[in-house]
């Protein structure tokens, strides 16, 4: 019984080879057209970057001392601090000023960001830079505090009497 199950396996897989062997091969599937070319894709704006004396003045310590103490990024402490020395510079007699202008690094260079960021064309009052301030990304507390902060600053490096003055200007 065994010799017949043998058997009849041997002779199922000769049938089966054989069944491949006889059986036409597979036509090939036709190749498939390629795909139009996709229309070039419109380039995506660039991100403005921030302007390199923006960067430059993250190091500068009256900028970094308004950063730390108000939480503030530093085009806002840039800008609002260039925007109150801006008012002392258009105020303060040129004696006073030059003093401050000496204590303060980048004094000039912060006055230059004031103008750019908030579209000051004149230093005149306080008051009139509500907008500017805000073009600068500050909120009217926000604007508040950097005088104190600056005037400390001022103390500090040139005594209580020059930051006196320059508080007396900032009006």
């Known amino acids: 019984m065994m010799k017949r199950i043998v058997v009849a396996i041997v002779a ?3 049938t089966v080879s054989i069944g491949f062997a006889d059986t036409p091969a597979v036509p090939a599937v036709p190749a498939v057209p390629a795909a139009p070319a996709m229309p070039a894709v419109p ?3 660039a991100v403005p970057a921030v302007p390199s004396s923006i960067t430059s003045l993250a190091s500068n310590p009256l900028v970094s001392s308004l950063t730390g103490k108000l939480g503030l990024g530093v085009p806002q402490a840039a ?13 303060l007699p040129k004696a006073d000023w030059s003093k401050i202008s000496k204590l303060v ?3 000039s260079t912060l006055i230059t960001e004031a103008k750019t960021l908030g579209g000051i064309k004149k ?4 008051a009139d830079h509500s907008g500017p301030f805000g073009k ?3 909120s009217a ?3 508040k505090s950097i005088q104190p902060g600056v005037s400390s600053f001022i103390s500090k490096a040139g005594g209580a009497d020059l ?9």
């Open 79 to 91: 800008g609002g601090a260039g925007a109150l020395l801006g008012l002392a510079e258009a105020k």
């Open 43 to 45: 380039a995506v704006p």
């Open 12 to 14: 199922l897989l000769a």
């Open 136 to 138: 600068m990304g500050l």
């Open 163 to 171: 930051a006196k003055k320059f508080d007396g200007v900032i009006k």
């Open 105 to 107: 690094p980048g004094s």
């Open 141 to 143: 507390d926000q604007a």
């Open 123 to 126: 230093f005149s009052n306080l």
